[in-house]
């Protein structure tokens, strides 16, 4: 069974930082996904990741996978208050099946 | 354009009831999944379908079925309901597996 790890799971910061997510996994996999949740809320999708090398941006997020690695990025630039919300990577782990990480709840705090 | 749609929003079951979560989508979307979400927890797949007629099990599929028989609609089952069983269950589907999954609303059941 594919494992998918991400850290921190819990990060607190201040606005106008930078700051990156990490998401490990476990067996080989070119297709990675970030999504977004807001408390109490459905998922909404924010990139999606389909081979080695790839990195996409949108706003105040960039993310980038290495599949060498097995390790995506996701990296958060001048944070601000909006982007409070817990990130979810799921990595296709082969039989159409995604597998969760734990998720990782930010806080940005004025 | 409604995307996604699962109904009920919220239940509650008695142990050993049964109960049907709805899902139906307008995107036409070949893949389509059930998901639940324990507190504090990342989502695991209970089933899915890559279109009307087939279906398979997911990492955690013990004690749900589902059919698929359209393919906007794809319901899930739960037979005999179990206080384990209690989670916020999402519904999902996607164009390809290269595609941004579009996810429901999400049923919060308690079973008691």
């Known amino acids: 069974e594919l494992k998918v790890e991400q850290n921190p799971l819990f990060l607190s910061m201040q606005e106008e930082k930078n700051y990156t997510i990490y998401c490990n996994y476990s067996?080989?996999?070119?297709?990675l996904y970030w999504y977004r949740q807001d408390p109490g809320k459905s998922l909404e999708s924010l990139f999606v990741?389909?081979?080695?090398?790839a990195v996409k941006q949108e706003g105040r997020l960039m993310a980038s996978l290495d599949t060498k690695a097995r390790l995506s990025t996701l990296h958060i630039t001048a944070a601000v208050h909006d982007l409070s919300a817990t990130y979810f990577c799921?990595?296709?782990?082969?039989?159409?099946?995604?597998?969760f990480g734990t998720g990782t709840s930010l806080t940005v705090i004025p | 354009n409604a995307g996604v749609t699962q109904t009920p929003k919220f239940r509650i079951l008695k142990i050993g009831q049964s109960m049907t979560l709805q899902c139906t989508q307008d995107?036409?979307?070949?893949?389509m999944y059930w998901y639940r979400q324990d507190p504090g927890m990342g989502l695991k797949l209970i089933y899915y379908s890559v279109g009307a007629g087939i279906t398979d099990k997911g990492e955690v599929p013990n004690g749900y079925n589902v059919s698929r028989s359209t393919t906007e609609d794809f319901p899930l089952r739960l037979e005999l309901a179990a206080p384990s069983q209690t989670s916020v269950y999402f519904c999902?589907?996607?164009?390809?597996?290269?595609?941004?999954?579009?996810f429901g609303q999400g049923t919060r059941l308690t079973v008691v």
């Open positions: 067996t080989t996999s070119d297709r």
């Open positions: 799921a990595v296709d782990g082969g039989s159409n099946q995604f597998y």
């Open positions: 995107m036409n979307h070949n893949y």
């Open positions: 990741l389909l081979s080695n090398g």
């Open positions: 999902a589907s996607s164009y390809s597996m290269n595609t941004e999954a579009f």
